[in-house]
């Protein structure tokens, strides 16, 4: 007697609505709507009726957009490879995704050496970048991690005066002037606008030569831009756990991913 051939019936995807996945996730369904204008979510099915069709590729990828985007507590340069890692996970290129929020963890951990270097200054008047020779423009630049003309820039706002070499006249920086540029780039990448970051410095300028004239100790404690420094290392080191916790679910999206193709 021959073998019969079973029909073994493919499982029937379960698909969400808009209403569905919004609650599942926590938000409003016309943030959906949006998530999906923007390009952050994989093509969506319609009905024959029209209506959206989400399936668990979706759920997932608008989990990893809600924990990208709400923690989006950096400025630009740091913001765009977080939203190029959501396109291309969109796309389904996780694998791309995933060397992305690497990239951006590599980022955000060197903020946090500028941010404690920032905080060194403040709190002792030395950073472990200082050199025994002063450093040319460029160089101060690179060890900043800005253009040289913004360099130009601050000191033409009055963040401070560069001093020039004594011969060849060229703005040589010391390490003094570096733990300043640190300060000025914390205050600028924590979201300071240019008036309110010169009004913190020329305050702490003040407190510094009140303190030299009286002999006494500077209160750091007290002192302004010291909290604002501590407040930054506390923002990007949450910033680097919810970066890890990114990661995390794009490994494993990789491996579900991995696991159908096989």
Not at 38 to 51: D, E, F, T, V
């Amino acid at each position: 007697m021959a073998d019969r051939k079973r029909n073994v019936k493919a499982p029937t995807k379960i698909y969400m609505h808009t209403k569905d996945l919004a609650r599942a996730v926590n938000v409003h369904p016309n943030t959906i709507r949006l998530y999906e204008q923007w390009g952050y979510l994989p093509a969506i099915p319609r009905s024959p009726s029209g209506y959206r069709l989400f399936t668990e590729e979706h759920l997932v990828q608008m989990q990893l957009a809600r924990l990208t985007l709400s923690q989006l507590a950096v400025k630009d340069e740091l913001k765009r490879t977080l939203q190029t890692m959501l396109y291309e996970a969109a796309a389904g290129y996780l694998d791309l995704a995933l060397k992305l929020a690497y990239a951006h963890m590599s980022d955000v951990q060197l903020e946090q050496r500028r941010a404690k270097s920032a905080l060194l200054f403040l709190q002792q008047g030395a950073i472990p970048e200082a050199r025994d020779q002063p450093l040319s423009i460029s160089q101060a630049a690179e060890i900043i991690g800005v253009p040289a003309y913004l360099l130009r820039t601050w000191e033409q706002y009055g963040f401070f005066q560069a001093p020039r070499h004594p011969h060849k006249r060229y703005r040589v920086y010391d390490g003094t002037l570096l733990g300043r540029l640190f300060v000025v780039r914390m205050l600028r990448q924590s979201g300071y606008r240019i008036e309110a970051a010169l009004r913190l410095l020329h305050k702490f300028d003040l407190n510094q030569d009140e303190s030299r004239n009286q002999h006494q100790e500077q209160n750091h404690p007290a002192d302004t831009l010291l909290t604002i420094a501590e407040s930054w290392q506390i923002t990007l080191h949450a910033h680097e756990i919810r970066v890890q916790q990114i990661i995390d679910q794009l490994k494993t999206m990789l491996d579900t991913q991995q696991s159908r193709a096989v």
